[in-house]
């Protein structure tokens, strides 16, 4: 089945530490990957988007992301972690690049201990 | 500044009855969509709305329903066929439907008593 998978529900990190959040998904050709972040009670901002070209790409914030097709991943990084990144990261696609909806994946908190 | 407007923040309803959320974009955004969200769940998909007067189901359209009158606006409404509305409903927009880049608003918590 078609789907976006985010396998860790919770993951703290030291601030300063570097983090990286995982992201698959299964559809048969390569969908437009994008990466959200969302404080509480907050709406989704966009922190970066792949939709062709350099498979390294880099966001507001000091994130980046790596598309592997071979892995079919798409994961984001951080190299130092502010205390201020604590929020609930969201991978989604957009499986038939035609723009009619985004599909989440569940989600990753983020929390950063002192 | 433009941006996307939710209101209102919170909101109560008793069971059995109607109640509408306020989304309302000054992007000059053709494309409108409504999300709800559930915890650990993540984001899914109700409505969507490409122009005005245009709108089409998502995947859990079943208990709601919208309107887009006007290019700015796109309310939604939470019938009382909904089983289960409590949730946060995110309302966003993009330049157009092909333009995945969507801008979300900050969210409208509905709690059903």
């Known amino acids: 089945a078609q789907s976006v998978t985010q396998p860790d529900i919770h993951i703290t990190v030291s601030e300063g530490a570097s983090l990286e959040l995982r992201c698959n998904y299964s559809?048969?050709?390569?969908?437009?990957l994008f990466w959200y972040v969302q404080s509480p009670g907050q709406g989704l901002q966009l922190l970066l988007k792949?939709?062709?070209?350099?498979?390294l790409v880099q966001g507001i914030k000091g994130f980046e992301a790596e598309f592997k097709r071979s892995q079919s991943s798409f994961n984001l990084r951080k190299p130092s972690v502010h205390w201020s990144d604590a929020a609930e990261y969201f991978c989604?696609?957009?499986?038939?690049?035609?723009?009619?909806?985004?599909?989440f994946g569940k989600g990753t908190t983020l929390s950063v201990s002192s | 500044d433009g941006g996307i407007t939710q209101s209102p923040k919170y909101l109560f309803r008793k069971e059995g009855q109607n109640v509408t959320l306020s989304c309302e974009q000054n992007?000059?955004?053709?494309?409108m969509y409504w999300y709800r969200q559930d915890p650990g769940q993540g984001l899914r998909l109700i409505y969507y709305?490409?122009?005005?007067?245009?709108?089409q189901k998502g995947d859990i359209a079943e208990g709601y329903s919208v309107s887009r009158e006007k290019k700015e606006s796109f309310p939604l409404t939470v019938t009382s066929a909904q089983k289960n509305p409590t949730a946060f409903y995110l309302c966003?927009?993009?330049?157009?439907?092909?333009?995945?880049?969507?801008?979300f608003g900050p969210g409208t918590r509905l709690t059903v008593l």
């Open positions: 559809y048969g050709a390569t969908p437009y």
């Open positions: 792949y939709f062709s070209g350099d498979t």
């Open positions: 966003a927009s993009s330049r157009e439907l092909a333009d995945n880049e969507q801008f």
């Open positions: 709305s490409q122009i005005v007067n245009d709108f």
């Open positions: 992007l000059n955004h053709d494309a």
């Open positions: 989604a696609v957009d499986p038939n690049q035609a723009g009619t909806a985004l599909i």
